[in-house]
Structure formats: structure tokens, C-alpha cells
């Protein structure tokens, strides 16, 4: 599967952002799909997670009730938005597609990802 990022910007502190990630194949349904984040100088971290068919979702403590993580399968998108931007979310931002293995925060798990979205909040 091929992933594809977008939605990135500037905004100022407080702000929204909508990131879409669109996955080629015919296969998306069967990934879960997560989102890290890499800021300058700094190692990739785990962002959001949301199973195969959406049911189940799960966020760093870091953006636990800001940002939520969707999918539409039918669409082949899986979504990050993101509320009540901070400057410390500067980063860019990845989609990765899971098959299974290890936990949905652990980077070495994911078997596909993007090229990543720049993300940067201005205070």
C-alpha cells in the first residue's frame, strides 16, 4: 500500500488543523493505520492509532482529548484532527499502515508509511 499525507500548514497556538492520509490498494480496510510525529532534532514518536474497522482508537498522553484520529475505508482516508494546537505539536507529521506484530505506538510494528506533512504552530 502506498500512503499519502496532507493537510499541513501554519497556525497559531490554539488553532485546528485536518490531516488526511489517502492509501492506494484495495487492501486499505485491512490495515490499522496510525500517525507519529517527528519534531526537529528529535526521534519520531507515536501520535494516534485506530484499528482496521475503526472501532477501537488510541492516543499519546501528550494529545489525548486534542487531537482524534477517523477513518473512511470506503474513501481509502485515514484522518488526524488536530484541536488546541501547541507550539511543542511542531512537527512532521506521518501516517503508517499496520498488518499486526507489536503494539500500535511501537514504530518498529508499521509496515508502510508516508512521506509526511510539515506542521508547524506559531505562538
Known amino acids: 500500500v502506498q500512503l499519502q499525507a496532507s493537510g499541513g500548514g501554519t497556525v497559531q497556538a490554539g488553532g485546528s488543523l485536518r490531516l488526511s492520509c489517502a492509501a492506494s490498494g484495495r487492501t486499505f480496510s485491512s490495515y490499522a493505520m496510525g500517525w507519529f510525529r517527528q519534531a526537529p532534532g528529535k526521534e519520531r514518536e507515536f501520535v494516534a492509532y485506530?484499528?482496521?474497522?475503526?472501532?477501537?482508537?488510541y492516543y499519546a498522553d501528550s494529545v489525548k482529548g486534542r487531537f482524534t484520529i477517523s477513518r473512511d475505508n470506503a474513501k481509502n482516508t485515514v484522518y488526524l484532527q488536530m484541536n488546541s494546537l501547541k507550539p511543542e505539536d511542531t512537527a512532521v507529521y506521518y501516517c503508517?499502515?499496520?498488518?499486526?506484530?507489536?503494539?500500535?505506538?511501537?514504530?518498529?510494528?508499521?509496515?508502510?508509511w508516508g512521506q509526511g506533512t510539515l506542521v508547524t504552530v506559531s505562538s
Open positions: 485506530i484499528t482496521w474497522g475503526g472501532g477501537s482508537t
Open positions: 503508517a499502515a499496520k498488518v499486526g506484530g507489536l503494539g500500535p505506538n511501537k514504530i518498529q510494528g508499521y509496515d508502510y
